[in-house]
């Protein structure tokens, strides 16, 4: 019988299972989603855009690796937060602020899958919305280990289209100094500002590897295996994310993926490879991410309702029959589906991105006061004093570019 801890939370989750649903979580659906967006604005700059995305990424998640181990709650930044400054009123806003994240998050992917399956089909996304946010709800109501075990088998799936996607376009990445050289290629706002706002959107893309931490009390070893994953995930992204933007510039001019609704198909048909086996395994990745957000929003508001009295208790309480939060799940689906149905990707990415960084740098700050406070354990992974000052002030720094990034193409 797997240990229990955190007022009923099952501590299911192996180190190797954990460490492919931070994969899941992160590497995929905001490729697959908003790389024609990212394309759009830095032009032949994108891969860039991601690099630089990337940095305030691990330089955050290093900052999270700490926190994490510390004290992995299933509330993450919201226990921290409380930890670090105090204030309750503090760490239910940043719980609202995570959970709002991952709802608006989620509802972009949605949008992305239904962008995919449109190349395909005529169904109408009235009808298309509410299965694909209907089964994962479903299966995040039946246990998190359930959950990771298909979330486990898409993530493999969404490799296997990363790599499909190297094999029949990398070769031109070759091309792209010349690419640049061409003076054509910085996107419509000139190449820096071009760059940052794709930074910005970019960040999107990386968005999912703080969600693993809110499974700290459902993970074995925690302390030692949440660091280890978040680093894990943010290296192969950076790698993977960098090659696709080489491989897609090169391939398709910048302006035409830009309006794609499924760039990384119109990549390897202009290579010369049938966009379905993409398009399918593409679908399959973006439901992954819906998983991932479904679960970290639903621990939060246990973790508001269970220790904060941040939430009402009818939808923060566990499920006594699969111990978790279905009313939470519940609800996080449907308001996922009532976004999804209203609002177009773009506008939901650059609101994710917004939040989430507010987010981040909130944390970070909290990690500058529990280091004045008390050192971490013996044994805990630690970063250096100016990590946080640095995490916080690179949020900052991207959020200042969100106004030139609300424009659409």
Same mark, same amino acid.
Not at 47 to 73: H, Q
């Given at each position: 019988?797997?240990?229990?801890?955190?007022?009923?939370?099952?501590?299911?989750?192996?180190?190797?299972?954990?460490? %492919?649903?931070?994969?899941?979580?992160?590497?995929?659906?905001?490729?697959?989603?908003? =790389?024609?967006?990212?394309?759009?604005?830095?032009? $032949?700059?994108?891969?860039?855009?991601?690099?630089?995305?990337?940095?305030?990424?691990?330089?955050?998640?290093?900052?999270?690796?700490?926190?994490?181990?510390?004290?992995?709650?299933?509330?993450?930044?919201?226990?921290?937060?409380?930890?670090?400054?105090?204030?309750?009123? %503090?760490?239910?806003?940043?719980?609202?602020?995570?959970?709002?994240?991952?709802?608006?998050?989620? +509802?972009?992917?949605?949008? !992305?899958?239904?962008? $995919?399956?449109?190349?395909?089909?005529?169904?109408?996304?009235?009808?298309?919305?509410?299965?694909? @946010?209907?089964?994962?709800?479903?299966?995040?109501?039946?246990?998190?280990?359930?959950?990771?075990?298909?979330?486990?088998?898409?993530? =493999?799936?969404?490799?296997?289209?990363? #790599?499909?996607?190297?094999?029949?376009?990398?070769?031109?990445?070759?091309?792209?100094?010349?690419?640049?050289?061409?003076?054509?290629?910085?996107?419509?706002?000139?190449?820096?500002?071009?760059?940052?706002?794709? +930074?910005?959107?970019? /960040?999107?893309?990386?968005?999912?590897?703080?969600? =693993?931490?809110?499974? &700290?009390?459902?993970?074995?070893?925690?302390?030692?295996? @949440?660091?280890?994953?978040?680093?894990?995930? #943010? !290296?192969?992204?950076?790698? /993977? $994310?960098?090659? =696709?933007?080489?491989?897609? @510039?090169?391939?398709?001019?910048?302006?035409?993926?830009?309006?794609?609704?499924?760039?990384?198909?119109?990549?390897?048909?202009?290579?010369?490879?049938?966009?379905?086996?993409?398009?399918?395994?593409?679908?399959?990745?973006?439901?992954?991410?819906?998983?991932?957000?479904?679960?970290?929003?639903?621990?939060?508001?246990?973790?508001?309702?269970?220790?904060?009295? &941040?939430?009402?208790?009818?939808?923060?309480?566990?499920?006594?029959?699969?111990?978790?939060?279905?009313?939470?799940?519940?609800?996080?689906?449907?308001?996922?589906?009532?976004?999804?149905?209203?609002?177009?990707?773009?506008? #939901?990415?650059?609101?994710?991105?917004?939040?989430?960084?507010?987010?981040?740098?909130?944390?970070?700050? +909290? %990690?500058?006061?529990?280091?004045?406070?008390?050192?971490?354990?013996?044994?805990?992974?630690?970063?250096?004093?100016?990590?946080? $000052?640095?995490?916080?002030?690179?949020?900052?720094?991207?959020?200042?570019?969100?106004?030139?990034?609300?424009?659409?193409?």
């Amino acid at each position: 019988m797997a240990e229990k801890e955190g007022g009923g939370l099952k501590r299911d989750l192996s180190p190797p299972l954990l460490i %492919l649903v931070a994969l899941g979580t992160t590497l995929g659906a905001g490729i697959y989603v908003v =790389i024609g967006e990212i394309i759009g604005s830095a032009g $032949y700059w994108a891969p860039v855009s991601f690099l630089a995305s990337c940095l305030v990424a691990l330089i955050t998640g290093a900052s999270f690796a700490e926190l994490a181990g510390r004290n992995p709650s299933a509330g993450g930044p919201v226990a921290w937060a409380d930890d670090a400054f105090g204030r309750k009123w %503090l760490a239910i806003a940043v719980g609202w602020g995570i959970v709002t994240i991952g709802i608006v998050s989620a +509802a972009t992917i949605s949008t !992305g899958f239904v962008s $995919y399956i449109g190349e395909f089909t005529q169904w109408s996304k009235w009808w298309i919305l509410p299965v694909v @946010v209907g089964i994962p709800t479903a299966i995040a109501v039946a246990g998190v280990k359930e959950s990771a075990l298909v979330m486990a088998l898409t993530t =493999i799936a969404g490799l296997i289209g990363l #790599l499909l996607v190297l094999w029949q376009a990398g070769g031109n990445i070759v091309e792209w100094p010349e690419k640049l050289a061409s003076g054509e290629g910085g996107g419509k706002s000139g190449v820096a500002l071009g760059i940052f706002i794709g +930074a910005f959107l970019a /960040f999107y893309a990386f968005i999912g590897f703080e969600d =693993i931490v809110h499974l &700290g009390e459902e993970t074995r070893d925690a302390h030692r295996i @949440v660091p280890l994953a978040i680093f894990a995930t #943010l !290296g192969v992204a950076l790698v /993977f $994310y960098v090659l =696709i933007a080489l491989a897609a @510039v090169t391939t398709v001019a910048p302006q035409e993926l830009a309006k794609s609704k499924v760039p990384l198909v119109a990549v390897v048909e202009a290579a010369g490879m049938n966009g379905l086996v993409i398009g399918i395994l593409g679908l399959i990745t973006i439901a992954d991410g819906l998983f991932a957000q479904l679960i970290m929003v639903s621990r939060t508001i246990y973790d508001l309702g269970e220790r904060r009295n &941040g939430a009402p208790k009818i939808i923060s309480s566990l499920w006594p029959l699969t111990k978790t939060p279905a009313v939470a799940t519940v609800l996080a689906g449907s308001l996922i589906l009532a976004l999804a149905l209203f609002f177009p990707t773009r506008t #939901l990415a650059s609101a994710t991105s917004t939040v989430i960084l507010i987010v981040f740098a909130i944390a970070n700050i +909290a %990690l500058i006061r529990l280091k004045g406070k008390r050192p971490a354990s013996k044994g805990r992974f630690q970063v250096p004093t100016f990590v946080p $000052y640095l995490g916080a002030a690179s949020c900052l720094l991207l959020l200042l570019v969100q106004p030139f990034a609300g424009g659409g193409h």
